[in-house]
C-alpha cells in the first residue's frame, strides 16, 4: 500500500517530542524533474543507511511538482520502502525551501540534504555521518578540501562558481569563510543547532542559512568529487545566481 503524500509543514523547525521517534538520520533530497534519476538515487542511498543505520533513518523526497512526476514516482516506491516519504509542492518553489520543508516534516536528530541527480556520490553520506558521531555541529562535503574535485567542468563554470564564493567572502566573511565549500549542498547537521531559528532562504544554497542562521559551533568537511550528470537536464540558470546574491545580502543585513 502507498504512504499518502506528506503535508507541506508551516511554522518553525521544532524538537519532536521525546520517545516519539527513534530516528536518527532525516536526509531530504530535493527534486525537480529527476525522475530519471530518482528510483536508482533511493536504491543506494537505502542499501548504504540499513547498513549503517538500521531502522533509524528516514529519506524525505521534497518535489516541486515535477512536470515529468517525480513525486508519484517516488511515491510508488513506498510500499517497498517504509523509511521512505514524499511531499509534492504545488505552491512554493526553490531547493532552499524544499529542504526547509523536508526537515520541518521530519523526526530525525540529524538533519541532511543530498541533490537527487546523482551528482553527490552517496558513499560519501557515511563519512559525514561518521563525522556527525564524532562530534561534529555540521558536516559538510566539500569539492575544495582534500579528495575533493569537480570532475570534468569546464574552465567557465569553475570561475563561475569560484566567483561567487569570492563575493560570499566579500559580503559575509564571518560565514562564508568558515568552510573551503560554503556552496555546498550535500551536509549533514544536528537537528538542535537549528530548532527555533527562523530559517528563510531564498535560492537554491540552503548551507548559507545554516551557517547564517543556525548555532554551528564545529564543522567537518570531507572531500568529494562532484560528478557530472548522466541523466537529465541541470536546474542552474542566471535567476538563481540573482537569487543567490539577494540570500547573502539579506543575511548580512539580519547580522
Known amino acids: 500500500m502507498l504512504a499518502d503524500l506528506l503535508p507541506v509543514p508551516t511554522g518553525p523547525l521544532t524538537i519532536p517530542v521525546t520517545g516519539e521517534t527513534a530516528v536518527r538520520l532525516s536526509l531530504v533530497i530535493p527534486t525537480y524533474r529527476e525522475a530519471q534519476n530518482i528510483e536508482a538515487l533511493l536504491v543506494q542511498l537505502t542499501r548504504l543507511l540499513k547498513a549503517a543505520l538500521p531502522g533509524t533513518f528516514e529519506l524525505i523526497v521534497v518535489d516541486d511538482d515535477s512536470p515529468d512526476f517525480t ?25 532552499a525551501t524544499a529542504v526547509v520543508r523536508g526537515w520541518q516534516a521530519s523526526r530525525g536528530q540529524l538533519l541532511g540534504v ?26 559538510v562535503a566539500s569539492r575544495h578540501t582534500e579528495g575533493g574535485g569537480v570532475s570534468t567542468w569546464r574552465l567557465a563554470r569553475r570561475i563561475v562558481s569560484r566567483g561567487a564564493q ?42 548559507l542559512e545554516v551557517l547564517g542562521r543556525g548555532d554551528i559551533r564545529t564543522i567537518r568537511e570531507v572531500g568529494y568529487v562532484f560528478e557530472e550528470r548522466t541523466q537529465g537536464e541541470s536546474k542552474v540558470t542566471l535567476r538563481q545566481y540573482g537569487e543567490y546574491l539577494l540570500h547573502l545580502l539579506r543575511l548580512r543585513l539580519s547580522r
Open 71 to 95: 513525486w508519484k514516482l517516488a511515491q510508488g516506491l513506498t510500499a517497498d520502502y517504509p523509511h521512505l516519504r514524499v511531499m509534492r509542492r504545488t505552491d512554493e518553489r526553490g531547493l
Open 114 to 139: 543530498i541533490d537527487g541527480d546523482l551528482q553527490h556520490p552517496p558513499e560519501n553520506l557515511l563519512k559525514l555521518l561518521a563525522a556527525a558521531e564524532q562530534g561534529a555541529d555540521l558536516a
Open 166 to 207: 569570492l563575493i560570499g567572502l566579500v559580503l559575509l566573511p564571518g560565514v562564508v569563510g568558515r568552510l573551503s565549500d560554503p556552496m555546498s549542498g550535500f551536509f549533514v547537521v544536528r537537528r538542535a543547532c537549528l530548532a527555533g531559528k527562523p530559517l528563510s532562504p531564498l535560492g537554491y544554497k540552503i548551507l
